[in-house]
């Protein structure tokens, strides 16, 4: 299982037409969000093959490249993580240090949190995991608001 580009050891992964890293898919949505040009699904379809099996670490690139063209940076990282399985404790740390290398951010200024469906619905029955991700963006040289 890939969640915000580093490799869980769990016995499922996650279905998707990409790696389906539920984590960058996430976060690429909350970017191109912000910037009012639309969602994954747009600039990524799954009917396009190239986009079959991709690393969701280009997805990424490709809104962290938009948002820089359109003169604003990201000022912070939120990410809630919903699964019953596997349990994210130890990852955690790991994630979000990853998530910071990725975007350029500071660690301090990523957080990543799990919750489990506490063994209700489709997450906990452990048949899917889910992600919420915030972010705070601003033109670099009038700071964070």
């Given at each position: 299982m890939i969640l915000g580009g580093v490799r869980i050891d769990h016995d499922r992964g996650l279905d998707g037409h990409s790696d389906a890293d539920v984590?960058?898919?996430?976060l690429t949505d909350?970017?191109?969000?912000a910037l009012a040009?639309?969602?994954?699904?747009?600039l990524f379809p799954d009917t396009d093959a190239?986009?079959?099996d991709a690393d969701?670490?280009?997805?990424?690139?490709?809104?962290?490249?938009r948002l820089s063209e359109?003169?604003?940076a990201l000022g912070n990282i939120d990410v809630t993580l919903f699964a019953q399985e596997p349990k994210l404790g130890p990852a955690k740390a790991i994630i979000r240090d990853h998530l910071a290398r990725l975007v350029g951010l500071p660690v301090d200024a990523v957080n990543v949190?799990?919750?489990t469906?506490?063994?209700?619905g489709h997450i906990g029955r452990a048949e899917a995991v889910a992600c919420h991700v915030a972010i705070l963006i601003h033109k670099p040289d009038e700071g964070t608001a």
């Open positions: 984590v960058l898919h996430a909350a970017i191109l969000g040009q639309g969602d994954i699904g747009e190239r986009n079959k969701s670490t280009i997805f990424l690139k490709e809104a962290m490249k359109s003169g604003y949190k799990a919750k469906g506490e063994k209700v």
